[in-house]
């Protein structure tokens, strides 16, 4: 040991100046992965939940006449609900009557009280 001292290395200085280091505690970690698990829960699970929880209120209320838009982007008028089968009749176009049959979880959002004829300009 001496004899790296006399030629300057540093490691063999460092180990001679302080001969034991302390080692860290796992449970020094725990406030911070604590903090992480916080904003993970607060940015990423509670918005999803209310998100899902909006959603599934939305589909509550779903009646007929409805104006509604789907996941595929398909706007239609809610004609029956039928919550037994999981499904809902819309009319999606008013000059040939033509309707579709779709389930709950493909309606996106439900749209205002103002008609398919009338566009704001």
Do not use: C, W
Request: proline share 6%.
């Amino acid at each position: 040991m001496i004899e790296l001292l006399q030629f300057g290395f540093p490691i063999a200085q460092a180990a001679a100046d302080n001969p034991a280091a302390p080692q860290s505690s796992p449970f020094s970690l725990l406030p911070a992965v604590v903090i992480i698990v916080v904003l993970f829960y607060f940015l990423m699970i509670r918005p999803e939940r209310r998100k899902q929880a909006g959603h599934k209120a939305l589909l509550e209320n779903l009646k007929k006449n409805d104006r509604v838009v789907t996941i595929g982007g398909i706007y239609g008028v809610v004609m029956s609900v039928e919550r037994d089968a999981d499904q809902v009749t819309l009319k999606v176009d008013e000059t040939t009557n033509t309707k579709i049959r779709v389930t709950f979880g493909s309606i996106a959002r439900v749209l205002g009280e103002e008609s398919s004829g009338e566009k704001p300009a």
